[in-house]
């Protein structure tokens, strides 16, 4: 069946930077489009980035343009997002999801990241 | 602050029916399919309505949308208990050439 495990959530001082990385199974990940997606404690969803299925493609929200870029390894079945320049209002929880027939087809677990001094 | 507006909460009694609201603008639900995802507290998303009007297989057939205009739906007929969840709507929008949400209705069953 189709699994989405994220990784790489953590406690960041403004400024800093993390790396989160999102591995997937039970399906061809080379032919799918994938997001992050993040939600706030206590809040509501909000779109981050996406990348076309051989990464010719990317998209991003406005607040993180600059300083967050998405990526994949086709052959390692993984998806990453390298954030960098950090803000307090980054923290929340990150989830990678698959796009399919919904964009947002299949979703992982979710990764904790919070940025505080 | 959520591009689309949907209420922030909803209420119903088993058996009834609920809607859930999802408005936008021309840039977004007017020119682009609607999507609905259903959270329960603690645990990922998932999705519930596609293309504005298409569930996802494993989806009771008590769950359907609809758009008109700037504006969609969610619908729930035959509410059960184990409906009580959070309910976004989301679509792409072309003038900011990203996706938006709405802020999230949570609907409780009475």
């Known amino acids: 069946q189709v699994q989405l495990v994220e990784s790489g959530g953590n406690v960041v001082q403004p400024g800093g930077s993390l790396r989160l990385s999102c591995i997937v199974s039970?399906?061809?990940?080379?032919?799918?489009?994938m997001h992050w997606v993040r939600q706030a404690p206590g809040k509501g969803l909000d779109w981050v980035a996406f990348?076309?299925?051989?990464?010719?493609?990317?998209a991003y929200v406005g607040s993180v343009k600059g300083r967050f870029t998405i990526s994949r390894d086709n052959s390692k079945n993984t998806l990453y997002l390298q954030m960098d320049n950090l803000r307090p209002e980054d923290t929340a929880m990150y989830y990678c999801?698959?796009?399919?027939?919904?964009?947002?087809?299949?979703w992982g677990q979710g990764t904790s990241v919070t940025v505080s001094s | 602050h959520s591009v689309l507006t949907q209420p922030p909460s909803a209420s119903g009694t088993p058996g009834q029916r609920v809607t859930i609201s999802c408005s936008g603008s021309s840039s977004d639900i007017g020119s682009s399919a609607v999507n609905w995802f259903q959270q329960f507290p603690g645990s990922a998303p998932k999705s519930l309505i596609y293309n504005t009007d298409e569930r996802p297989s494993g989806v009771p057939d008590r769950f359907s949308g609809s758009k008109s205009g700037t504006s969609a739906s969610l619908a729930i007929s035959a509410l059960q208990s184990e409906d009580e969840a959070d309910y976004y709507c989301a679509a792409w929008d072309d003038r900011l050439n990203g996706w938006v949400l709405g802020g999230g209705t949570r609907l409780t069953v009475l």
């Open positions: 039970g399906f061809d990940f080379s032919r799918f489009g």
């Open positions: 990348i076309r299925p051989d990464a010719s493609d990317r």
């Open positions: 999801a698959k796009e399919s027939l919904s964009p947002w087809d299949h």
